[in-house]
Every structure is written in C-alpha cells, then in structure tokens.
C-alpha cells in the first residue's frame, strides 16, 4: 500500500486484520497506539500487530508505504508494535512490493 500525505493529516484511529510494516520512503511517521507513541525516522519502519489501534500524524510530507501480513503468518514483538530497522535489501522489497497492484 502507497500513499503520501501532506503536512497535518493524519490517518484517524483505526486497525486492521492483518499486521502492518509502515515504512517511509520520505518524511518522519509519528505513530500513536493505545500503549505508547513512536517518532519512525527514515532508516526505520514499525511493525504493527494485527488488530491494533494505531493513528499515524504527520508532519510536513510524508511517503508512507505499508505491507500487511496475515495476523497468523508473521507475529513479532508479542503483540506490541516494534521499531526495526530497514537495511537496503528490506526497503528495496518494501518498494517492490509496493509496486506491485493492491490486493487486498
């Protein structure tokens, strides 16, 4: 999933069925859930367990891009969200599979 935002939008409280991997190919994510608040800088991506509330803010331009996981084929962190870091070959997949047409 592809989607850029521009300065003070945000995504609204919400969760999904399946786990999250939100990364950031241009400006910094602040990303709120129910049991702590995370600053994702460029470099770094969060893992968000499925079913999690979580609201992204954003400021200044964001380019956002997300994977989703199936909540039973991926499970990290013991159901808390998780900041990883994103080395060349990870972004590089994170991309391509943006790239590829959404299928939900």
């Known amino acids: 999933f592809s989607r850029d935002y521009a300065d003070g939008e945000d995504t609204g409280w919400h969760h999904h069925a399946r786990a999250q991997l939100l990364y950031a190919t241009q400006g910094v994510m ?3 859930t129910p049991a702590a608040r995370y600053t994702v800088p460029p ?3 969060l893992w968000v367990p499925a079913g ?3 609201v992204v803010r954003v400021e200044g331009a964001l380019a956002m891009r997300a994977l989703f996981f199936r909540a039973d084929a991926a ?4 159901g808390e969200a ?4 994103v080395p060349a070959l990870l972004r590089e997949l994170i991309l391509a599979a943006c790239a590829e047409p959404l299928e939900w």
């Not at 998780?82 to 870091?85: H, I, Q």
């Open 75 to 78: 499970v990290l962190g013991e």
């Open 43 to 45: 470099g770094r991506a």
């Open 82 to 85: 998780l900041v990883l870091a």
């Open 30 to 32: 602040r990303v709120e």
């Open 52 to 54: 999690m509330a979580h």
